[in-house]
């Protein structure tokens, strides 16, 4: 069976203030697609028990998917073992995932150990996946040349303007879809805000937002030829 490394967030707060972390659904929705076929561990910044945004569990309070998550006394050990960044070595895994929310925007690309890893996930030719915010912990990230592992690759991520419609521009140090861009990434998104896209570039797998954490889940499962 495969193993995959969930990675979350450890970033409390935005620039603003504002309660953060990572964002219920795109952890949920990919680990029930992914769970029955693959072992999952969680891992953090800063180790055990990641929080959660609040806002997130309020939004998605009738989803079923969250409220199993919330619930899963499987999810709540994970969780309460999620490896600290620095304790995790990439041959233990098959690919690696970032739950999105706006968390990974403030920690995950300055992190010296995430920048690492998630080169070490790339250039081992491991599947590299994100979804939503999640690409953010992936700017610092690159190729056997030192090359950003965005460069001329296909990529999706929140958009410019979903951000402006959540009101949360001034809360993070960039717009993921600028950022990625610059870094020579080019980018799709789905014909609609808040509409599901997934992108797959070889081994790099990203989803736009909360909508394509599931079908996310359903690319990494097909990629790890499940």
Not at 4 to 10: M, Q, R
Not at 182 to 200: F, I, R
Request: proline share 7%; aromatic share 8%.
């Amino acid at each position: 069976m495969p193993a995959i490394l969930f990675v979350l967030t450890s970033a409390s707060k935005t620039l603003t203030g504002a309660q953060t972390v990572w964002y219920l659904p795109e952890a949920a929705h990919p680990y029930y697609v992914l769970a029955p076929h693959a072992t999952i561990d969680f891992a953090s910044p800063a180790g055990p028990n990641p929080p959660i945004d609040e806002g997130s569990i309020k939004a998605f309070e009738s989803d079923a998917e969250c409220k199993k998550f919330l619930a899963d006394d499987t999810v709540k050990s994970k969780l309460a073992s999620a490896k600290k960044l620095s304790d995790v070595s990439v041959k233990d895994y098959d690919a690696v995932f970032y739950v999105g929310g706006h968390g990974p925007v403030i920690d995950l690309p300055v992190d010296p150990i995430n920048i690492r890893l998630a080169s070490e996930f790339y250039q081992a030719g491991k599947i590299t996946s994100a979804v939503c915010h999640g690409p953010a912990a992936l700017v610092g990230a690159t190729d056997a040349d030192g090359k950003s592992i965005f460069a001329g690759k296909a990529f999706t991520g929140f958009s410019n303007d979903e951000e402006t419609q959540v009101g949360k521009v001034k809360d993070i140090p960039f717009l993921l879809e600028d950022k990625i861009i610059s870094l020579g990434g080019k980018y799709e998104k789905a014909d609609a805000a808040w509409a599901p896209k997934v992108v797959v570039d070889g081994i790099l797998i990203t989803g736009q937002n909360p909508a394509s954490a599931g079908p996310i889940g359903q690319a990494i499962l097909k990629a790890l030829k499940l």
